[in-house]
T-cell receptor, first 111, second 117 residues
Framework: GIQVEQSPPDLILQEGANSTLRCNFSDSVNNLQWFHQNPWGQLINLFYIPSGTKQNGRLSATTVATERYSLLYISSSQTTDSGVYFCAVEVGGTSYGKLTFGQGTILTVHP | SAVISQKPSRDICQRGTSLTIQCQVDSQVTMMFWYRQQPGQSLTLIATANQGSEATYESGFVIDKFPISRPNLTFSTLTVSNMSPEDSSIYLC??????????????FGPGTRLTVL
């Protein structure tokens, strides 16, 4: 099956700093999503981005499908950004609908 | 966007018992899924809940342990049977096919945090 690798596994920042999270995947995908899991376990949709670039406030994401990676940028980080960030991909075909998750990046933002 | 709810939000159960988790969506969806997140781990797909037919299980998950129902396009249940402490996890449902978003974008319910003693 497809492999999804996220880096770094852990990231500690001071409030106001910028960061880049990376997601590498081993096969072509027809879905790539970024999620933020808050301390209560809720998965929040950040981006649906199988290709291209999107921005939403302080967050932006870029997926280069031909090179099989995606980047999530967080600017001017806030303590509320703390939590786990997951990248998840779907290959399609017989794996239609099946999201394969990376191991996540644990982000801690200190005031 | 749609509202996805799960019941219960959390439970503490004794080993050997069973728990049924409900997932309700406030609009019809084409696809519903169940995921498990073990402590400190990522999410793993348990099965696809098929409306009107048997669920499709991923490798390592079986119907006897995780029976699933999906009687209509807005509701599904997952039962965790004959529980052991290793079943302690967060169980999440997800949906796909919501109106107004990309056809294969998935959205997750709030999760059910299960502890088995």
């Amino acid at each position: 099956g497809i492999q999804v690798e996220q880096s770094p596994p852990d990231l500690i920042l001071q409030e106001g700093a910028n960061s880049t999270l990376r997601c590498n995947f081993s096969d072509s995908v027809n879905n790539l999503q970024w999620f933020h899991q808050n301390p209560w376990g809720q998965l929040i949709n950040l981006f649906y981005i199988p290709s291209g670039t999107k921005q939403n406030g302080r967050l932006s994401a870029t997926t280069v499908a031909t090179e099989r990676y995606s980047l999530l940028y967080i600017s001017s980080s806030q303590t509320t950004d703390s939590g786990v960030y997951f990248c998840a991909v779907e290959v399609g075909g017989t794996s239609y609908g099946k999201l394969t998750f990376g191991q996540g990046t644990i982000l801690t933002v200190h005031p | 966007s749609a509202v996805i709810s799960q019941k219960p939000s959390r439970d503490i159960c004794q080993r050997g018992t069973s728990l049924t988790i409900q997932c309700q969506v406030d609009s019809q969806v084409t696809m519903m899924f169940w995921y498990r997140q073990q402590p400190g781990q990522s999410l793993t797909l348990i099965a696809t809940a098929n409306q009107g037919s048997e669920a499709t299980y991923e490798s390592g998950f079986v119907i006897d342990k995780f029976p699933i129902s999906r009687p209509n396009l807005t509701f599904s249940t997952l039962t965790v049977s004959n529980m052991s402490p290793e079943d302690s996890s967060i169980y999440l449902c997800s949906v796909e096919g919501l109106a107004g978003v990309s056809y294969n974008e998935q959205f997750f319910g709030p999760g059910t945090r299960l502890t088995v003693l």
